[in-house]
């Protein structure tokens, strides 16, 4: 079954700190796989893609297909980062998203 | 305009009546979606369209219509409906790329309360 597991609810930390958000997924193929995040009271919005390796809001994530993870990390983490994070993959047998159930990151001053 | 907007932000409801969302896009996309989120909670995928034909429907039950009258509106018809409906209604549209995914853009929702 396709399913990606973040196992962490909430995540909290000091400005500065580094942050990992772990994501671990399942499914049989070659998978894509995204992070997206949800500031309070703003929109849901893609963060990254795997396969773009781009460092966003200084964000990378790297896929480990033998771990079969995919977590989100930043070295020095600021307080605007706080807001919800979900990692997705998507199934191409069915071109649908699947949302894992997010982690709320609280960066704390 | 490179937005996903979404009428009303809030709408409240009672169990017999019949009220309508509404989505738009004027970014060329000829997929849209509508997800459903209840609070804390991941969104969960009802309904696609791909060049205004309904190409997924997870399994929603009838109170819930979808309509796409054209490339850019998205609309979501409701009737009847329980107070464990109440929800983030979400709109998404995408490129629709043949064999590629694209990126979704996000409305910012519909939050939903039935009584």
């Known amino acids: 079954a396709q399913r990606v597991t973040q196992p962490e609810k909430l995540l909290s930390v000091f400005k500065g700190a580094p942050v990992e958000l772990k994501c671990n997924y399942s499914y049989s193929g070659s998978p894509e796989l995204f992070w997206y995040v949800q500031y309070s009271r703003q929109r849901l919005q893609l963060l990254l893609r795997h396969i773009s390796r781009e460092s966003i809001k200084g964000f990378t994530a790297d896929l480990n297909k033998g771990e079969t993870s995919f977590h989100l990390k930043k070295p020095f983490a600021q307080e605007e980062d706080s807001a919800m994070y979900y990692c997705?993959?998507?199934?191409?047998?069915?071109?649908?998203?699947?949302f894992g159930t997010g982690t709320r990151l609280q960066v704390f001053p | 305009d490179t937005e996903v907007t979404q009428t009303p932000k809030h709408l409240v409801m009672g169990m017999t009546n019949k009220k309508s969302l509404k989505c738009e896009q004027h970014?060329?996309?000829?997929?849209m979606y509508w997800y459903k989120q209840k609070a804390k909670k991941p969104p969960e995928l009802m309904f696609v369209?791909?060049?205004?034909?309904?190409?997924i429907n997870e399994s929603v039950p009838s109170r819930f219509s979808p309509e796409c009258p054209n490339s850019s509106l998205l609309n979501l018809h409701l009737h009847a409906l329980q107070p464990e409906d109440s929800a983030l209604y979400l709109c998404?549209?995408?490129?629709?790329?043949?064999?590629?995914?694209?990126?979704?853009?996000f409305g910012p929702g519909t939050r939903l309360t039935v009584t």
């Open positions: 998404a549209s995408s490129q629709a790329s043949l064999g590629v995914w694209d990126e979704q853009y």
């Open positions: 970014m060329g996309h000829r997929a």
């Open positions: 997705a993959l998507v199934s191409y047998n069915t071109d649908k998203l699947i």
């Open positions: 369209y791909s060049y205004e034909k309904l190409s």
